[in-house]
């Protein structure tokens, strides 16, 4: 399949992403209920769909790769439990910085655990991008909180840096049977957290109960398989920079829909980011000296 088509599916996956703070907003359940509804619901809306288009899951390809899947889908609600707790003790705007060092992470440790030499010509775009969040996060202008909450975005750093390596190394597997096991996997490991954290499990109602379900299907179900099936055919440099992508939507719907402040750096650190983007997606051809490390297909992703 064409790379900009995987691409493309990566960025709309990314877009939909960045819009679940905004609509969290606006729910008066826990984010931590959030998140494992979102798997539980995700999980039974792809389940339902391939039972629709009368597809059943590959049970063979899910166990040849269950112990990648399974320790991804640990990974991914890992990265929600850090990601949440380090949102309680630090701002917002340091603990989503932390959590997206991971993209650092994935271009360190590349050529190491995936053999994939990183194409130079990229780095001064990842470092743009990185230069960006730091911009975009506003930690220059305040206090970043508990130091507790750097080590917990740190920790959901190398969580989500988790999911990308042990997704690359899936082989002969559809996205959306990728998905379905990670978001159920996922969503069994956070149940335990919400359960102990709650004293039970809280039940949205009313709007709330409309919002989880919209997140569940569209910004859970339908972008994660947008999500695995880009991710598993996009070079780790690609996914890196575009990853960076979540974030500047998830500023730009604060600032549009929630009518909070973007300071001229914040501007200036979304424009770096989309401007890193697109330099490396779009100006920069394909090196032939690297085509070979470069995955190609889905069978590439390991």
């Given at each position: 399949m064409p790379l900009h088509r995987e691409r493309l599916k990566f960025i709309l996956a990314v877009v939909l992403y960045g819009t679940i703070g905004m609509f969290l907003r606006f729910t008066d359940v826990p984010s931590e209920a959030a998140a494992l509804y979102r798997g539980l619901i995700g999980a039974a809306f792809i389940l339902?769909?391939?039972?629709?288009?009368?597809?059943?899951?590959?049970?063979?390809?899910?166990?040849?790769?269950?112990?990648?899947?399974?320790?991804?889908?640990?990974?991914?609600?890992?990265?929600?439990?850090?990601?949440?707790?380090?949102?309680?003790?630090?701002?917002?705007?340091?603990?989503?910085?932390?959590?997206y060092m991971a993209p650092i992470l994935v271009i360190i440790l590349s050529p190491l655990l995936l053999k994939e030499k990183p194409d130079k010509r990229k780095l001064p775009c990842i470092a743009a991008a990185f230069l960006g969040i730091v911009l975009v996060s506003g930690v220059f202008g305040g206090s970043i909180g508990d130091p507790a909450g750097i080590v917990m975005g740190l920790l959901g750093a190398v969580c989500f840096a988790g999911i990308v390596f042990c997704?690359?190394?899936?082989?002969?597997?559809?996205?959306?049977?990728?998905a379905l096991v990670q978001?159920?996997?996922?969503?069994?490991?956070?149940?335990?957290?919400?359960?102990?954290?709650?004293?039970?499990?809280?039940?949205?109602?009313?709007?709330?109960l409309l919002i989880i379900l919209m997140l569940g299907i569209l910004q859970t179900g339908v972008a994660y398989c947008l999500y695995f099936s880009g991710m598993a055919n996009l070079p780790v440099q690609s996914v890196a920079i575009l990853g960076y992508l979540e974030p500047v939507v998830s500023v730009l719907c604060s600032v549009l829909f929630l009518r909070e402040p973007l300071s001229v750096w914040g501007w200036i650190g979304a424009v770096l980011i989309l401007a890193a983007a697109a330099v490396s997606e779009l100006m920069i051809p394909p090196d032939p000296r690297t085509a070979s490390d470069t995955p190609s297909g889905p069978a590439a992703s390991g």
């Amino acid at each position: 399949m064409p790379l900009h088509r995987e691409r493309l599916k990566f960025i709309l996956a990314v877009v939909l992403y960045g819009t679940i703070g905004m609509f969290l907003r606006f729910t008066d359940v826990p984010s931590e209920a959030a998140a494992l509804y979102r798997g539980l619901i995700g999980a039974a809306f792809i389940l339902l769909y391939r039972l629709l288009r009368k597809e059943k899951p590959d049970p063979e390809a899910i166990r040849r790769n269950f112990p990648r899947l399974l320790l991804s889908g640990i990974f991914l609600g890992l990265n929600w439990i850090f990601l949440f707790a380090a949102y309680v003790k630090t701002t917002v705007a340091a603990a989503s910085l932390f959590n997206y060092m991971a993209p650092i992470l994935v271009i360190i440790l590349s050529p190491l655990l995936l053999k994939e030499k990183p194409d130079k010509r990229k780095l001064p775009c990842i470092a743009a991008a990185f230069l960006g969040i730091v911009l975009v996060s506003g930690v220059f202008g305040g206090s970043i909180g508990d130091p507790a909450g750097i080590v917990m975005g740190l920790l959901g750093a190398v969580c989500f840096a988790g999911i990308v390596f042990c997704n690359r190394k899936l082989k002969d597997i559809p996205a959306m049977d990728r998905a379905l096991v990670q978001l159920a996997v996922s969503a069994a490991t956070v149940l335990p957290y919400v359960l102990i954290k709650n004293g039970g499990l809280p039940l949205p109602r009313g709007r709330s109960l409309l919002i989880i379900l919209m997140l569940g299907i569209l910004q859970t179900g339908v972008a994660y398989c947008l999500y695995f099936s880009g991710m598993a055919n996009l070079p780790v440099q690609s996914v890196a920079i575009l990853g960076y992508l979540e974030p500047v939507v998830s500023v730009l719907c604060s600032v549009l829909f929630l009518r909070e402040p973007l300071s001229v750096w914040g501007w200036i650190g979304a424009v770096l980011i989309l401007a890193a983007a697109a330099v490396s997606e779009l100006m920069i051809p394909p090196d032939p000296r690297t085509a070979s490390d470069t995955p190609s297909g889905p069978a590439a992703s390991g």
